[in-house]
């Protein structure tokens, strides 16, 4: 894990499903276009025009943070995977990206095999272990829809 892992929109990429993937790895929304899905290579967030060009600006610095796109990632990665990008993006501006990484690093950490959980899946991809951030957000919605 590496500051160079957050990407724009304030995602973990080092935490998603195509970046820990054997096959066809993905090197986060930072690295090379090569081995990217079509999505992530034609993102929004990454190619706003509002970066010019720049696309490894996070968008908590612009000056229309947070917009719709943003507002529309942050609910659907909070309800979907426990994941606030409006929680990193304020850990980086009191913390620093160091700092935030140092967090994820402890929090994604799997107790039995030593890699990264995936916030994509219920399990550990390498040992199956559970995924105590996954099922803490399931709880959490079956509690709110009660």
């Not at 996070?58 to 719709?68: A, I, N, Q, V």
Request: glycine share 4%; proline share 2%.
């Amino acid at each position: 894990m590496k500051t160079k892992d957050i990407a724009p929109c304030g995602i973990n990429c080092s935490l998603c499903l195509a970046y820990q993937r054997d096959k066809n790895h993905c090197n986060g929304c930072n690295g090379p276009d090569d081995h990217k899905a079509y999505h992530c290579v034609e993102c929004r967030i990454r190619n706003c025009e509002e970066k010019n060009g720049n696309k490894e600006l996070l968008c908590s610095k612009c000056k229309k943070y947070p917009c719709r796109r943003i507002k529309d990632l942050e609910k659907r990665y909070t309800n979907r995977y426990n994941v606030s990008i409006y929680k990193n993006f304020e850990d980086i501006k009191t913390l620093g990206i160091r700092e935030l990484i140092k967090k994820e690093k402890v929090k994604w950490h799997c107790d039995k095999c030593g890699k990264y959980l995936c916030m994509h899946r219920e399990k550990c991809l390498f040992c199956g272990n559970q995924n105590l951030l996954y099922i803490e957000k399931r709880n959490n919605l079956t509690k709110a829809s009660t």
